[in-house]
Nanobody, 116 residues
């Protein structure tokens, strides 16, 4: 069974940090990403990583504060989030590209809440 399982969300004060994890099972993906969706807003891209080589890309919202990384041996991707702001509050989703050039596998999401 192919699935992505996120963990690591929670409630933190502004300026705090969290590390999200996304454990993949059932296959090895070519690239993986984090998205987020705030209440009443559309889902937005946060960061992505090419699993072979580790090349990373970031949206402006998280650049210089967020770091995406991977542990290929564990088939797991991480999102280290520092200097969190209340506007980072959202459900964070892990997504993966199985090789079709699109995000075709999604996790269930993990809630991140940043208090002012």
């Amino acid at each position: 069974q192919v699935q992505l399982v996120e963990s690591g969300g929670g409630l933190v004060p502004a300026g705090g940090s969290l590390r999200l994890s996304c454990a993949a099972s059932g296959r090895v993906f070519r690239r993986m990403a984090w998205f987020r969706q705030a209440p009443g807003a559309e889902r937005e891209y946060v960061a992505r990583i090419i699993l072979s080589g580790g090349v990373t890309y970031y949206a402006d919202s998280g650049r210089d504060r967020f770091t995406i990384s991977r542990d290929n041996a564990k088939n797991t991707v991480y999102l280290q989030m520092n200097s969190l702001k209340p506007e980072d509050t959202a459900v964070y989703y892990c997504a993966a590209d199985s090789g079709l050039g699109k995000w075709d596998t999604w996790g269930q999401g993990t809630q991140v809440t940043v208090s002012a």
